[in-house]
Each structure stands twice: as C-alpha cells, then as structure tokens.
C-alpha cells in the first residue's frame, strides 16, 4: 500500500505562486506515474498534470501548459507541482495521485490507484 500526503496549499492573490508537493510513503516502489487532479464542488475531479516514472516524460492539460510545471524527486519520494501566474479560476482542492503500473491514459483518475487526501489552493482577485 501507499499512502500521499499533500502540502503547500494556501491562498495566494492572483498573480503569484505556490508550489505544491506530494510525499509518498509505503510501498513506494510500487509507484509507476504520479499525477496531479483538482476539484472544485459540483465539478468531477480534473486532470492537471502527470509525470512517468523516469520524470522525463510529463503530461499537462493544454489549458494549463505554460503555468504549471510536474517534477519529482526520486530521492525523497516526493512529487511537486509549481504553479505559477495563478488564476481565481485555479482554486480547488488538489489531489495528489500515484498509479502502480504502466497506464497509458493517465488524464483519466480512473488510471490511479492512490490518492492523497487534497490540499486547498484558493487565489484571490
């Protein structure tokens, strides 16, 4: 099993930027990808940004190219995600995710086998 923990959330005026990060702890040599999704209330969770298990190969919404960076440290078992020129469009709750085997469709949640509890990211006009 594997378990995720999410931090760095806040809130942020519009314009700025947080980076979040997702620590995995466990059976993490188990972990294949590891991705970011968000949710707002009343929406399904949204794919933001996924890293393959080299960190070489990574995977962006196009809305969010650009503005938003994925990488990883295989070292400390962590997953970042740098969000930059951030948007009150971009508060939601993010979601850390890790699957355990090579899928090829990782935009889709139903790809992952684990999830992190979330961190609240709110950005202000």
């Known amino acids: 099993q594997v378990q995720l923990v999410e931090s760095g959330g806040g809130l942020v005026q519009a314009g700025g930027s947080l980076r979040l990060s997702c620590t995995a702890s466990g059976r993490t040599f188990t972990i294949n990808s590891m991705g970011w999704f968000r949710q707002v209330p009343g929406k399904e969770r949204e794919f933001v940004a996924a890293?393959?298990?080299?960190?070489?190969?990574?995977y962006y919404t196009d809305s969010l190219r650009g503005r938003f960076t994925i990488s990883k440290d295989n070292a400390k078992n962590t997953v970042y995600l740098q969000m930059n020129s951030l948007k009150p469009e971009d508060t939601a709750v993010y979601y850390c995710s890790a699957a355990s085997e090579f899928r090829l469709q990782l935009a889709r949640p139903g790809s992952y086998d684990y999830w992190g509890q979330g961190t609240q990211v709110t950005v202000s006009s």
């Open positions: 890293i393959r298990w080299s960190g070489i190969t990574t």
